[in-house]
């Protein structure tokens, strides 16, 4: 046996089922193997230019040193055919006449690298002159945005969940022989983050991208990013001055065009956020009783800081803090999918919407598919009827339906969130029911645990967070107390865990949420033991709590809290894809103080009173009272250690100007997200 044939028997006898798979098919790897059982004459037909020429039937398979990933066949088939799989299958098996003891795998020079060693032998220079600057460059930026996961048994393999590809490393192949799984497209650039993501993993640097660059200004918009910046602030002050109680009609529409002149200079992140304090004002100026001048107070503190950190970033602001214009959905290939949730949704500022959740087994992560409108904008449009109406891709009879199934989802579209788009290329074939419960889904049993992700999972600052990131499974193991609060307008019931420690359930009441409040009160509690609940973990001044939003039974049923057992009105399926792309992420909107420190959060509160005060009255001439609320709380900041609050309030009581209340605002807002992580 020569030496190229023992290399080559010993990378084939690394290669597993999976990496077949990936390098052509399921279906071509079952002809492969149905030719190899049928005993297809295949033999070695000799060594040409170090390739190993192997005779399958009427073909001929030439194969190199780095393995089956850049073999040729004489048959007229495209890329990998069954015949180069047939091939593998025969040189997996032992040779004739071998002698185990003898086996090149074990004796003398022969001996096999280590995968490991082998990897991380790769120097940079031989990865770009491989891959070419293009793709080494498209590589690099990859794993910086999004590290792989190293799966070292039983061969290793790099994977990317995001992408929904995985990169079998063959030892002995080199980086010719890496198979790239699930790719679209030219799978270079996937090899080269495999192996730059393998090496940092293991303690190796690199010299990583700068971050993204961001999108630059528009050349034609008749305002600089400079100026509306400058505009920006100045409407701020400008609204403050006058108060909050004495929004006009001409506020409104200032807000609303500012919003279009951040879109025009590509600042789509401000403009977002400026629309959304238009549109508070719109619901002020109706009188709704949606209305919240806490709220629009909060989201103008948000638009100062933004404001300050563009204007501080100059002619290189942050890609993140610049924003995007569209999510960005990237072709990800087949995704096997399992319903979980579905609910309806409204936020303050007039969007209404249908958001369902799966479980993907393979990345082990959530993905949502959601569906909105603008108020002005609903038509035939309501959250609660689409559930049952077609789409939203072909192949599905509903999104009631995918919510209670297992699929695949074949041309898959997601974006770096986990939203699934609503792509017309994409379409469903339906597997069998959802059954969570044999899914490698990541279920809570101990509320520790719910506890230290959500504290892992805050942001402070101007970091925006994936809202998918707050929803979970838990498993209680006792369901305790339950009741609605008639002053409160809000629903509990106690959920204990296997330390029997305590979560809160908790549900609000509004239209949407009347039904499952309805179920809740009348469900037996011994009919629902042993279930699951899917939910999303939310701040209370109790602490934290679950909103749910499934119920999965151990049995197999499924009971979507805010849809099932809600009369509909038939209507026309919604057209088209929906108008706000962050519109599950808009409909968490308010934050609710975490009193983990008593103290703490009755100074946050008197300080938000106090502050909400100077804003609805008006700084232009500001109430000493008013004024003396402020300054009464400097030395209760300062003893709780807090620097920066107190210097704000300070600046505040000293000089009641408009740039030091938002400040103080946006530092009470900091307090209140940090302050679970210091328990």
Known sequence: MSALETKLRRLAASLSAAALEALASKG?????????????????????????????????????????????????????????????????????????????????????????????????????????????????????????????????????????????????????????????????????????????????????????????????????????????QLLLTETLNNGLSRISTSNQQRWATLAVSALGVNLPRLALLLRGIGDEAAIVLARDARSDLGRMLDRMAQAHALCSALQRGGDN?????????????????????????????????????????????????????????????????????????????????????????????????????????GSSKSRVLVTGSANLFSQNLSVFEDWTQVFEGSNAQTLIGLKEANPLESVVAVKPSAWGERGFDAVTQVFTWVLADVRECALLLEIAFDEFTEAAIKFLESVPAASVEGSLLIGRVERTAQGLSLHPYSLHRPNGDVIHLCLDNVTTKPGKPSQGESEDEESFEAAEESESVAAFSPALSQVLEEVDDALLALAEAGLASSNPLRIDRVRQAVPRAERLGLQALKAGLGNTANNPDPAFVLRTVYVTRLHRRAMPLSV
């Open 28 to 232: 071509l790897l079952r002809r492969a193997q149905k030719d190899h059982e049928r005993g297809v004459g295949t033999c070695i037909a000799g060594e040409t230019d170090s390739k190993l020429c192997v005779r399958v039937g009427d073909f001929e398979v030439t194969l190199p040193e780095s393995g089956p990933a850049t073999a040729g066949c004489s048959c007229p088939a495209a890329g990998v055919c069954q015949h180069i799989l047939t091939a593998v299958l025969f040189l997996q098996q032992k040779a004739p006449g071998t002698v185990p003891e003898k086996s090149p795998d074990t004796t003398g020079a022969d001996v096999a690298i280590s995968p490991s060693v082998e990897l991380m032998s790769i120097t940079p220079e031989q990865i770009e002159k491989w891959a070419g600057k293009a793709s080494f460059r498209a590589g690099l930026k990859l794993v910086s945005q999004f590290p792989p996961e190293i799966i070292p048994e039983p061969a290793i393999r790099i994977r990317f969940p995001f992408m929904n590809l995985e990169v079998h490393f063959i030892p002995g192949g080199g980086l010719d022989g890496m198979i790239v799984s699930g790719g679209k497209g030219d799978g270079r650039q996937f090899i080269v983050a495999a192996v730059i993501g393998f090496q940092r993993g293991q303690g190796k640097e690199w010299n990583m991208p700068a971050e993204a660059a961001p999108l630059e200004a528009s050349e034609g918009a008749p305002r600089s990013r400079s100026e509306v910046l400058d505009s920006c």
């Open 317 to 421: 602001p942050r890609a993140d803090l610049v924003g995007l214009h569209r999510t960005r959905y990237d072709e990800v290939g087949h995704l096997d999918l399992v319903g979980a949730a579905a609910w309806p949704w409204r936020t303050a500022s007039g969007y209404e919407g249908l958001t369902v959740l799966f479980w993907d087994s393979s990345g082990k992560r959530w993905n949502s598919w959601t569906e909105s409108r603008p108020r002005h904008q609903l038509a035939d449009f309501k959250p609660v009827a689409r559930f049952t109406q077609p789409g939203p891709w072909e192949g599905a009879e509903s999104p009631r339906q995918l919510a209670r199934s297992s699929f695949r989802l074949m041309n898959a579209r997601r974006n770096p969130n986990q939203r699934l788009s």
